[in-house]
């Protein structure tokens, strides 16, 4: 997912305590601290401080240098409301502060600090279009977090008013000054505040949190800033607990650092680090120096340091800066706050920026008694050369392999690399290299058979000659020094021994007085060099022992490199395998998002239909109604002209019902 390397693997190794100042640097136009007697090999980056208030505090295991605490700036614009639990970035030499909460209530405006000249300004408050077209604003919020990506900021979760479900990601152009919402797809996450958001490339890494029930969270979530899409992250290992108000780094876009925060009941500081190569979490055990708890601290990573200010428990606020090396594996003190300084206070922010060749902290707002509209600055001196980290780097290194001699490595690493050539030379170069300073075995022992057989034929000469003969030829007696190795101080002390055990007691036995001494001296000879035969021998056996248990070691290396090679390709191959999942995976994403586009674009149409079906009912009922009313209109006047035809009718029979008058005849 990410191109992480092994590197950063080993961070489960003690940590050591390491408080003492290096040396002062070069001369700046600030005043710098008082540093106490560094110890050797001690190098840490110290704290240049800028203010004029004094703060001989100490840590608990050793005292730390007088230092002289945060400085407070005088700013100047327009100031912007007091607030705590907001949110700060720096993006180019300005500081965007966005949200937070007030006496009052949530706030939802955006403040500009120019860090050059301390000037605040107030981006503009308008209505913004959402890529829907529809008229949005930013929400008040607070407990969020904001991440500089390019020319932009991102506000990534929080808790809202109103509250939502889902975390929301918005984006501040810093040059326009404008925010648009980014509609975000996938599997997103629920709502949640007090947690933390890192980025690496275009990818931003969301853990843990508080939902909006007050739920601790202990859950990993990817969002891709170029697919807009949100993916859970599955790891192996114990990873943290439930937390929320805690702090995380990104080291080299390859090992995430969690610390502290705060679970259901209590506050925590534990350290827990994730390598993004293996997915696998591991808690870094701390040994010497051992942070107190803490939760709503503030950190910020400078180089291979990560800078830890502020944060506390219910009853107690800290106000020392801790660091953390993540070469060394070191935790240090370099610096504690006075308790006048907003790094004291709850829900302060921390960021860090660059002036020149100097970097330094800007902390801002914070709740004590009332919320804060208070920036102090506090600089940082680098003290350590990139030479020094190496050097550090190879030391730890070297220190790992283990008590391996140098000869012995660089024989190793020969044979490992002709292991072909056959059985006899990589037992001769093993032999070779578990006896560097010494001649050859094999060499003193041929040497030592023939000295013996030369003091056997000196002997047999010296016997068969008469004893004129042995007088006339002094010289003899020094032939076999010649051979003669050197002795020991016991073999010279059993020489005498010998010697004293076989003198003659009388000067009777023995034709030649002088050949008693000559054969004790060279029984003596002769013994010395048996023992020493025997000696060799042993020798000679223990090696040939030792190099067949190096030979044994070396095969069982060669099989378990090869071991481990198969491993690897396994592992390749299962990683080739996940990597085709993941792409069908993200082609049924992407055809089940074409499918909810089409889904939506019906469900749209469906909605436009049955609205003007819905017109048209409408329009039905009110003809209908008309038509009812006219209907009973005519009802009316039908049952009029029915009254008025019975009306007639009964007219018409009475006219019937009358007896016609007779007429009188015409005469004319």
């Not at 921390?350 to 600089?379: C, H, N, R, T, W």
């Not at 034929?457 to 010289?475: A, F, G, V, Y």
């Not at 029984?523 to 056996?541: D, F, V």
Request: proline share 4%.
């Amino acid at each position: 997912m990410f191109p992480f390397s092994r590197r950063g693997k080993k961070l489960g190794s003690r940590v050591k305590v390491q408080l003492s100042d290096s040396p002062q640097g070069g001369r700046s136009p600030i005043r710098h601290p008082k540093h106490a007697n560094k110890s050797k090999g001690d190098n840490v980056t110290t704290v240049t401080v800028i203010n004029g208030s004094d703060d001989n505090s100490h840590c608990s295991s050793t005292a730390t240098g007088n230092t002289e605490g945060w400085r407070k700036i005088s700013t100047s614009g327009d100031k912007p409301t007091p607030r705590f639990n907001h949110a700060s970035a720096v993006i180019g030499k300005k500081m965007i502060v966005v949200g937070g909460e007030s006496g009052k209530g949530l706030l939802e405006d955006v403040q500009v600090l120019n860090l050059e000249n301390y000037s605040w300004t107030i981006a503009s408050s308008r209505l913004y279009l959402s890529p829907s077209s529809l008229q949005l604003k930013i929400p008040a919020c607070k407990g969020h977090c904001l991440v500089p990506w390019e020319k932009k900021v991102l506000l990534v979760g929080g808790r809202t008013s109103p509250p939502s479900d889902r975390v929301s990601v918005w984006a501040f152009d810093v040059g326009t000054e404008s925010w648009s919402l980014v509609e975000a797809k996938g599997d997103i996450p629920i709502a949640r505040s007090g947690h933390t958001v890192v980025r690496a490339g275009s990818k931003l890494i969301l853990f843990g949190g508080e939902d909006n029930k007050r739920r601790k969270l202990n859950d990993l979530h990817m969002f891709d800033l170029k697919s807009l899409t949100w993916l859970p992250l599955h790891c192996k290992g114990a990873g943290p607990s439930a937390r929320c108000n805690h702090v995380a780094t990104l080291y080299d876009d390859k090992l995430l650092l969690v610390f502290g925060g705060t679970s259901k009941s209590k506050s925590l500081n534990d350290l827990f680090s994730l390598d993004f190569e293996t997915m696998m979490w591991s808690r870094i055990k701390i040994h010497g120096f051992h942070p107190s708890p803490r939760a709503g601290c503030c950190g910020v990573l400078c180089g291979t340091k990560w800078y830890i200010a502020g944060g506390g428990s219910r009853k107690k606020r800290h106000a020392e800066i801790l660091i953390f090396d993540i070469l060394k594996l070191e935790w240090s003190v370099v610096h504690t706050s006075s308790q006048q300084s907003i790094t004291t206070n709850k829900g302060f922010s921390l960021v860090l920026s660059q002036k020149k060749d100097a970097e330094y902290l800007v902390a801002f707002g914070g709740l004590k008694k009332e919320p804060s509209d208070q920036v102090e600055i506090l600089m940082l001196e680098k003290n350590e050369s990139t030479s020094r980290r190496i050097t550090l780097t190879s030391k730890k290194c070297s220190s790992s392999t283990g008590p391996t001699s140098g000869p012995e490595k660089q024989s190793l690493a020969s044979v490992m690399e002709h292991h072909g050539s056959g059985r006899k030379s990589l037992s001769e170069s093993l032999l070779m290299a578990s006896n560097p300073g010494n001649v050859s075995l094999r060499k003193e022992h041929v040497d030592d058979d023939v000295a013996l057989k030369l003091a056997r034929n000196l002997e047999d000469e010296r016997s068969s000659l008469p004893m004129e003969q042995i007088k006339k030829h002094p010289t003899t007696q020094e032939s076999p020094s010649m051979v003669e190795p050197e002795n020991t101080e016991k073999d010279e002390k059993q020489k005498n021994d010998d010697t004293v055990a076989f003198q003659e007691t009388d000067g009777k036995s023995g034709s030649f007085p002088g050949s008693s001494s000559i054969y004790q001296s060279y029984e003596l000879k002769i013994s010395a060099l048996i023992r020493k035969k025997g000696n060799l021998e042993g020798q000679l056996a223990a090696a040939l022992a030792g190099r067949e248990a190096a030979e044994k070691n070396i095969s069982f290396v060669v099989k378990s490199r090869q071991e481990a090679e198969k491993r690897l390709n396994d592992t390749l191959k299962d990683m080739e395998m996940m990597k085709e999942k993941l792409v069908l995976v993200e082609m049924a994403q992407e055809e089940a998002n074409s499918l909810s586009n089409v889904v939506h674009s019906d469900h749209v149409k469906l909605e436009h239909d049955v609205a003007f079906l819905k017109a048209v009912l409408d329009d039905t009922q009110k003809e209908l109604q008309s038509t009812r009313g006219v209907l009973s209109g005519e009802r009316a006047r039908a049952f009029q002209l029915q009254v008025e035809v019975f009306h007639l009718k009964q007219r018409l029979q009475s006219m019937e019902n009358r007896t016609p008058t007779p007429r009188k005849p015409f005469l004319g």
